[in-house]
């Protein structure tokens, strides 16, 4: 892949007097490129979670290094939990959860600004010795967390506000007996509205509790159904059960916790969308490497979002049928697939409408993306795109 930078006064600036921050590399011919996405964040902090909770070491693989991963491993350290980074491969990272179970307390988290951290790490501290208190960013202040804790203190946590009530920084007591501890499965509701990550900082705990959990949404919304699809799925992944029985109602059944001795991180799917789009701008092939046969990330809809944009698409060598492959798309994903393809392709398009042909929702058990396979490459098929097929307007 050749790439042009620009000088310094941005092609793009109306006023050359105008320094432009950041000079855009352009493509001078058409894009020939593979190109090796990173792991996904939701998947690596939720397997970093579901280790913890587990009975057995696991070796993940691919994790993402960031941030926000940085401090998911930080987290699980303060409460004990041992994590091995690779000193050759800084992407495996082997963890080994307390072996009595029980993780440390009187200690501190530092939360960041990463909603998988202060939404997923105070559940653990129902099972530490001692209280733990939670901090961040002061930007994270600002992040709802209330839900969260409101179902922790139905378990029979106490929680303290230094702050504004409600917000980080926070401090949880765990209770002297977990709930469930009589036998009886207890009932948590909780307004998910504001986020998914609240249905899902509960579910990742709900095998841990003597009796399970039954879990229920009582807001008028629920944003990212697919994070906790996700969530359910690496939970099964981890031997544990949890099901939906109605919409809006969790079931996890109390479960000792075992993922895979190596378990490999997908790449961030959704990451791979300006990469992929560049094919579409610039002409030529771009290939990423590793795409999964099957997702749960929202990311898995990039091959069908752009065969419709007039890209071709191909996986494992195989030609992307859009109208055949569609059929395996759950249900009520035109919304997702509108925000995402907005999101990866603002840089030269909007994407005005977007529609599910048919009721797909009975292929919601095999998987939103089950047809993808090891591989996926596509290339431009045409000038740039113009009112494509789902209303994308070049400019
Ligand atoms: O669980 C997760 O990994 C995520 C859930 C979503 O959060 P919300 O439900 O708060 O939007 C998503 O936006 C976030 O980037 C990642
Ligand atoms: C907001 C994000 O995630 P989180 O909620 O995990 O901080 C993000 O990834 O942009």
Request: hydrophobic letters at 40%.
């Amino acid at each position: 892949m050749t790439l042009l930078n620009q000088p310094s006064v941005g092609a793009g600036s109306q006023d050359s007097h105008i320094p432009d921050p950041w000079p855009a590399p352009l493509a001078k011919e058409p894009l020939e490129a593979e190109v090796t996405i990173p792991g996904s964040k939701s998947l690596s902090n939720r397997y970093l979670i579901l280790a913890a909770l587990g009975t057995s070491p696991v070796s993940l693989v691919g994790m993402l290094r960031s941030r926000d991963t940085r401090l998911m491993l930080d987290a699980l350290r303060a409460l004990g939990v041992s994590c091995i980074e690779d000193p050759f491969e800084g992407t495996t990272v082997q963890v080994n959860p307390p072996v009595d179970g029980r993780f440390h307390g009187v200690v501190d988290v530092f939360c960041g600004l990463a909603g998988t951290v202060m939404r997923f790490v105070p559940g653990l501290a129902l099972f530490a010795d001692g209280p733990v208190r939670f901090d961040g960013d002061a930007q994270a202040y600002a992040r709802p967390m209330e839900p969260l804790l409101d179902g922790l203190v139905q378990l029979g946590a106490q929680v303290s506000f230094d702050g504004q009530p409600g917000r980080l920084p926070f401090t949880v007591t765990p209770p002297a007996e977990l709930a469930g501890s009589d036998g009886a499965r207890p009932v948590v509701s909780i307004d998910a509205s504001s986020s998914s990550q609240f249905v899902s900082g509960l579910l990742l705990i709900g095998s841990k509790l003597p009796s399970g959990l039954e879990l229920r949404h009582v807001g008028e919304s629920l944003p990212s159904m697919p994070h906790i699809r996700m969530t359910m799925e690496d939970i099964r992944q981890a031997g544990g059960s949890v099901s939906m029985p109605e919409p809006g109602v969790w079931v996890v059944e109390p479960h000792a916790l075992a993922m895979p001795l190596e378990v490999v991180v997908e790449p961030d799917l959704s990451n791979a969308a300006p990469f992929l789009g560049a094919a579409l701008i610039a002409g030529g092939s771009v290939s990423v490497p590793n795409w999964p046969a099957h997702t749960t990330q929202p990311g898995g809809l990039l091959p069908f979002m752009l065969a419709n944009m007039g890209a071709t698409v191909t996986l494992d060598d195989r030609p992307f049928n859009s109208t055949e492959d569609m059929a395996l798309f759950p249900n009520g994903y035109s919304g997702l697939l509108t925000v995402s393809a907005g999101g990866a392709f603002a840089g030269f398009g909007v994407v005005r409408h977007v529609g599910c042909r048919r009721d797909c929702s009975e292929y919601r058990s095999v998987g939103y993306v089950g047809f993808l396979r090891h591989g996926i490459a596509w290339h431009r098929s045409f000038a740039r795109p113009r009112n494509g097929p789902f209303g994308c307007v070049g400019h």
